[in-house]
């Protein structure tokens, strides 16, 4: 299960963030980008977010994930087509071999959301 491995990468990523901010600000959603083609299951990059973000500064951030399709180019028939992942990749016109992929491959945050604690107000007298 890489999804674990992943997740520890993203949150040291957030972390170290983080950690720049002159003030940490409180994250409340971690918005990523995830590919078909990486083979990376959402659910179980939910789950292992969920499990390793217990009792840390990330505990209860929502983490959404937005999943972008497969789609290659065929040089050939200069047109683009989405392969079956883990079916058939080659050009569904004329069988080329899938060269050129335009979309599937990411992985990354996309933003993350946050807002500033309240100072506390300064008394004056």
């Known amino acids: 299960?890489?999804?674990?491995?992943?997740?520890?990468?993203?949150?040291?990523?957030?972390?170290?963030?983080?950690e720049s901010q002159p003030q940490q600000p409180q994250i409340e959603t971690i918005h990523l980008i995830v590919g078909q083609f990486t083979c990376v299951e959402p659910a179980s990059l939910q789950f292992a977010f969920n499990v390793q973000t217990r009792n840390t500064f990330l505990e209860g951030v929502k983490l959404a994930i937005r999943e972008t399709p497969l789609v290659a180019f065929c040089h050939t028939c200069q047109e683009e087509y989405k392969p079956e992942i883990g079916q058939h990749y080659a050009c569904p016109s004329c069988q080329a071999p899938m060269e050129d992929i335009r979309s599937g491959r990411e992985l990354k945050i996309d933003r993350i959301e946050y807002s500033q604690a309240e100072l506390e107000p300064s008394v004056t007298n």
């Open 1 to 18: 299960m890489h999804e674990t491995d992943m997740t520890k990468a993203l949150i040291l990523t957030v972390k170290d963030w983080w």
